[in-house]
């Protein structure tokens, strides 16, 4: 069984003590493939680093992230697109709107992503979004902006929201949060998409699946997000797992190493 980590944040200081032991064991249950977004221009370096050291497991992203607002400017945008030209990373991201809280300033935000997603438009590359409390504001932008495609990380809207971004080439991804027995409206619409709607993530070290409360996530802990999946939809791990790691390769343009290479 291969797996497919689409959203985990492994470049964190979290991670400083044992990372190299957790990779070892995502190799060993499957998981061989991680998407590590970036959220602020200080850690892209740090980011870039790692990734070029796992670089067959470790995919980098390229972003800024809309709660980091306050501390983006104008220049970053710049050095982004410059950036994504001179390293070509799977996607940029993560970027999106949080409208949870009043704050950070929500013009800002919309700023910001608006000229993201006109970046990945530019590059032609597929977006990872963070979006809370803006699905139609954020649905508004992708469509004037014609953006080739992406993932909603940790999917929190409406079954027509939903829709909505399916319509629009975009996966929904979902992670420890669907674990929990008490999450009844994020499991009941998981039982009501397409297995082709969904993507696998962790968000690690954010967001543990249910059993891990107050831990430490781990991308790692992916099997047991699969595993709820499966029961919810009534559909093997197996193909599940296959399913995600076929839409994530397709997604971020990554090869199948199971189909020969092309000539």
């Known amino acids: 069984m291969e797996l497919f980590d689409s959203h985990c944040h492994l470049d964190l200081p979290a ?6 032991a957790i990779l070892a064991h995502c190799r060993r249950i499957g998981l061989n493939n991680i998407v590590i977004p970036g959220v602020t221009r200080e850690r892209w370096g740090r980011l870039l680093t790692l990734c070029a050291q796992h670089r067959t497991m470790l995919h980098p992203a390229l972003g800024l992230h809309p709660l980091f607002v306050e501390q983006h400017n104008e220049s970053q945008l710049t050095e982004l697109a410059e950036q994504i030209r001179r390293h070509r990373p799977v996607a940029v991201g993560e970027i999106g709107l949080d409208y949870y809280v009043d704050q950070p300033d929500r013009k800002r935000q919309l700023h910001y992503f608006e000229a993201q997603l006109e970046i990945a438009t530019d590059a032609g590359l597929p977006v990872i979004l963070h ?3 803006a699905h139609d504001i954020a649905l508004s932008c992708l469509r004037r902006k014609n953006v080739p ?3 909603v990380h940790a999917f929190n809207g409406s079954l027509q929201q939903a829709e909505q971004y399916l319509a629009l080439g975009f996966r929904l991804g979902f992670g420890g949060t669907v674990t929990h027995s008490g999450a009844h409206r994020l499991r009941r619409l998981v ?3 397409p297995l082709h709607a969904l993507l696998l993530e962790t968000d690690a070290p954010d967001m543990p699946p249910a059993g891990h409360h107050g831990e430490r996530n781990r991308p790692d802990y992916l099997p047991e997000i699969l595993q709820s999946i499966a029961e919810l939809c009534d559909e093997e791990p197996l193909r599940i797992a ?3 790691t076929l839409a994530a390769r397709k997604l971020f343009a990554l090869p199948d190493p199971l189909l020969p290479a092309p000539t």
């Open 15 to 20: 991670f400083d003590p044992d990372r190299d």
């Open 131 to 133: 979006i809370r409390k």
């Open 149 to 151: 495609g992406g993932v």
């Open 191 to 193: 039982r009501q998409l």
């Open 242 to 244: 296959r399913q995600t």
